[in-house]
């Protein structure tokens, strides 16, 4: 079982920046994927970004050029720096974790809000 913590949303102006953290524990050992999905207003969840244990990152069109995805392997630790916040960059965002085996767990999510 992997237990992930988030912190970082918030409200913020369009054009502003935010920093999201989630801090992973437990059965982190084998570790195949860790990354941001968002879910906004009437929305279905989408992925935002992912990194893989072996370094491959992708990210999801509309946050290129925008939002990095990096990860501190010593703490179990992602976070995702997004700048220049849109208002259709509003949603809650979840942690996301994907063990080798594909097992899925989720962090409560945090919310972020951008205003126009």
């Known amino acids: 079982q992997v237990q992930l913590v988030e912190s970082g949303g918030g409200l913020v102006q369009a054009g502003g920046s935010l920093r999201l953290s989630c801090a992973a524990s437990?059965?982190?050992?084998?570790?195949?994927?860790m990354g941001w999905f968002r879910q906004g207003p009437e929305k279905e969840r989408e992925l935002v970004a992912r990194?893989?244990?072996?370094?491959?990152?992708r990210y999801a069109d509309s946050v290129k050029g925008r939002f990095t995805i990096s990860r501190n392997n010593a703490k179990n630790t992602i976070y995702l720096q997004m700048n220049n916040l849109r208002p259709e960059d509003t949603a809650v965002y979840f942690c996301?974790?994907?063990?080798?085996?594909?097992?899925?767990?989720w962090g409560q999510g945090t919310p972020v809000n951008v205003s126009s």
């Open positions: 437990g059965r982190t050992f084998r570790t195949y994927a």
């Open positions: 990194v893989l244990v072996g370094g491959g990152i």
């Open positions: 996301n974790y994907v063990s080798v085996g594909g097992q899925n767990s």
